[in-house]
């Protein structure tokens, strides 16, 4: 990297730094959880599923047109890896859909209401032997070559994608001077249950009529979702982890449902991983206002709000101390306002969201593939003009994060054959046990966190 993008980098990041920990700083922040990157370039929906290198000349050419970026994010899906299994959960554009036309998530009940002792006893079994079959339609004859092929294509696919996002994000770093808006995500412990394995239709009975397994569900998720969360998170701990919020909000769940089952094991699964060291990013999808209190039982500091359909200047009032806030510029203008609109929102959030710091200033949901050019224009220029706080003070990048070590949960089952099974069946080592050792519980790892990413 020359020294004029190493110094640009450091100080994208060193300002998106100070604001999630509510520190002074230049200006407001401006970043993007956004489609239209992957569409401004002019490739249409297929091939950005489809075509990894075109993905990444888009994300590169939308870095370069944008300067002004401090972070951005493209959330996609990669068509080869799914279609080498046959991945139900999705349907893809030029595959399913027109090629011009997003993404869409499919909504099944994958696991069934008598499945929750199988998923907290043996979730390796309960993966191997229930979901996948139904989530693959590769894996339906299990056991069959079609199905061991699957599988090694799935793995083999999934190692490649990784390479191609390495690769791609050091080309963002080095090429542009552009660090990521996160790196890692991961799920709420309900969301897990009530959104991609029993659904919104089956987890709404099972609160009512099983409540307990609900609830041990989503206790043995935690250590699960915070070993697999690690395991893709940035190991020097600069990047916050992301974690979009769906089936918390209101209307989904009460109050006093919130509390009893959604926020417990979330609260947990936030700790462990600012324990870790982390610092997290939370999409409020929907309407939060009845919940973000809760907020205030994590550090200060270590926690950003993106604010969907509810009030951002409350949540300035309300926790704009506690934590910093993200979007604030209503989707609707960019596909239907003017660039005068985007303009006097703007204004009004560096005014008064913006005051003090703490804010990320973004679209309220990911900035839509249908916005207007001239008004997408109109919120760089705007922000430029009145997010300024001093041009004396300079934010610092915060050094890398000593290793705090892992996080004090109780150890989860990563791996499908530990390594004491493995020795056993050697019969002993004759050399040095943990150059064996090692490799295989590497191995073992990425392999038990490839089974959970199809959940």
């Not at 080309?171 to 959104?195: I, S």
């Not at 703490?358 to 919120?379: H, M, Q, W, Y």
């Amino acid at each position: 990297m020359s020294e004029a993008m190493q110094k640009l980098f450091e100080e994208r990041l060193a300002r998106h730094q100070a604001a999630v920990a509510l520190e002074p700083h230049d200006r407001v922040p401006l970043v993007a959880y956004a489609d239209y990157p992957l569409v401004y370039s002019g490739y249409s929906e297929q091939e950005i599923t489809y075509d990894m290198d075109k993905l990444s000349d888009a994300l590169i050419k939308f870095a370069q047109d944008f300067p002004e970026f401090d972070a951005f994010a493209s959330y996609h899906r990669c068509g080869p890896l799914e279609d080498a299994v046959g991945f139900r959960h999705y349907k893809l554009p030029g595959r399913d859909l027109p090629p011009d036309v997003q993404f869409q998530y499919v909504e099944q009940e994958w696991m069934k209401a008598d499945e929750y002792d199988l998923l907290i006893n043996d979730p390796v079994e309960f993966l191997m032997g229930r979901l996948l079959p139904r989530l693959f339609s590769e894996f339906e004859e299990r056991g069959s070559t079609r199905s061991y092929i699957a599988f090694l294509k799935g793995g083999m696919a999934f190692m490649m994608l990784r390479a191609q996002l390495r690769q791609l994000a050091t080309r963002l770093e080095t090429e542009c001077g552009m660090p990521p808006l996160y790196a890692g995500h991961t799920w709420a412990p309900f969301d897990k249950l009530a959104e991609r394995l029993r659904s919104l239709r089956g987890i709404m009975p099972d609160i009512h009529r099983q409540p307990e397994k609900v609830l041990a569900a989503c206790e043995a998720l935690v250590p699960i979702l915070v070993d697999n969360t690690l395991a893709e998170a940035d190991p020097l701990r600069r990047y916050p982890i992301f974690i979009p919020l769906h089936r918390g909000c209101t209307p989904f769940l009460s109050p006093k449902q919130f509390d009893t089952f959604y926020w417990p094991s979330l609260k947990k699964e936030l700790l462990l991983l600012i324990e870790a060291g982390y610092t997290v990013r939370l999409f409020l999808e929907g309407d939060w206002t009845a919940h973000w209190h809760h907020m205030r039982e994590l550090p200060r500091g270590k926690v950003i709000c993106h604010i969907d359909k509810a009030d951002i200047f409350r949540a300035k009032v309300e926790i704009g101390d506690w934590v910093c806030l993200a979007g604030g510029v209503p989707d609707v203008l960019f596909i239907l306002g003017t660039p005068d609109e985007i303009r006097a929102r703007v204004r009004e959030l560096c005014q008064r969201v913006g005051q003090g710091g703490g804010f990320l200033i973004d679209c309220n949901t990911p900035v839509p593939s249908l916005t207007k050019p001239e008004n997408f224009r109109a919120f760089v220029d705007a922000v430029l003009e009145y997010g300024r706080y001093s041009d004396v003070v300079k934010p610092r990048l915060k050094p890398v994060a000593a290793s705090p070590g892992a996080p004090h949960v109780a150890p989860p089952v990563a791996m499908v054959t530990p390594w004491e099974v493995k020795l056993r069946e050697l019969g002993g080592i004759t050399g040095d046990e943990a150059l064996i050792r090692t490799p295989w519980e590497n191995l073992e790892r990425m392999a038990y966190h490839w089974l959970w990413l199809w959940t």
